[in-house]
Structure formats: C-alpha cells, structure tokens
C-alpha cells in the first residue's frame, strides 16, 4: 500500500443509512477487463449497522493476510471497499479467471460472497471515481476564518427549495 493513495468518502444512500466508502486514486488499467467483488459479511449490533472495532480488526487481517496477496499473486488490482447494512464489499479488477480469486479466498470465511462480471471500461470505478470528485468538490470548514462569537454568527438560515434530485449515494466526504 506504500505510495497508494487512497479516499475515505462518507455517503448515505437513498433511505438515509451510512455507508462508507474507500476509494483508491489510480488511473485505470484496461488490460484488466474483469471486476471482481468480495463481500465479507459483519454482525451488526448498531442501529447504524456499521462496524465495530473487532470488524475492522477481521477486515485488515482479511486485507492484508490474504486479498492482498492473492491479488499480487493473480495480477488483480485493488480499487475500493464498501462498508454498508452489514457487510464489507472489496471491488478489485483483474484479467486471469475469477475462480482462482475465489479459491485462494474462500479458506478465510465460509460466509464469503463473490461477484464478478465483465467491465472493460471500467464502469464500476468510474461510479467509484464520481462519487469521490464530488466528495472533493466539497468545501472543508475553515475552522481558523470562524467568527469568535458563536451566539452572535448563528442565525437560523432561510429555507432554500430543494431543485435538483437526490442521488444515489451524497458524498459527505473526508480525505486521507
């Protein structure tokens, strides 16, 4: 991961849960046709259904033990995950025959999902890519240009119409 620059982008989808995402900031190899996704299923306990500490502990250990080396192995490139309503989702894209990702996987957790299709283009991280400008495109507060009374700046702002439709999932993003 040395020299790899990766996103953490907050978004909610539609219904108003969380999800997260971590987007990885390369340019795409086309010579990599397939995508291919892992989903590694979580408990959860929270009303957020997001992870706990010891579900991100499983993650890196999935990551770092096995996916990475699996993808270095087979020529796969690691893109983004998705962390959302229970279950970590780690898209990658490769050339080689997905069954061979599933077998050097599968020994980690029964419950593994995999999905995988065709895409070229690179349509899926393109999705990826949108939802990360957006969350670029979003002005970080400038804590330093704050006004010093907080009680006399506060005003209740004026309802503004809401023009343009929801999308999919709003970046509400943080940058790493």
């Given at each position: ?96 025959d997905p069954l061979t ?76």
């Amino acid at each position: 991961m040395d020299g790899e620059l990766w996103h953490i982008v907050e978004a909610k989808r539609d219904d108003g849960m969380p999800t997260m995402f971590r987007i990885r900031e390369l340019e795409p190899r086309k010579q990599l046709t397939k995508i291919f996704v892992v989903e590694l299923p979580y408990p959860t306990t929270e009303l957020s259904r997001l992870p706990c500490a010891s579900d991100y502990r499983r993650l890196a250990e999935f990551d770092e033990q096995w996916l990475r080396p699996a993808c270095t192995t087979l020529g796969w490139e690691v893109v983004g995950h998705k962390i959302e309503d229970g279950s970590f989702f780690l898209y990658m894209y490769g050339a080689t025959d997905p069954l061979t990702m599933v077998e050097k996987l599968s020994p980690f957790d029964a419950g593994l999902g995999f999905y995988d299709d065709d895409d070229p283009e690179w349509q899926e991280y393109g999705t990826l890519r949108e939802l990360l400008d957006q969350a670029k495109a979003i002005a970080p507060v400038d804590t330093a240009r704050r006004p010093k009374s907080v009680a006399k700046a506060r005003k209740k702002p004026a309802a503004k119409p809401r023009t343009a439709p929801k999308k999919k999932a709003r970046a509400t993003a943080k940058r790493r």
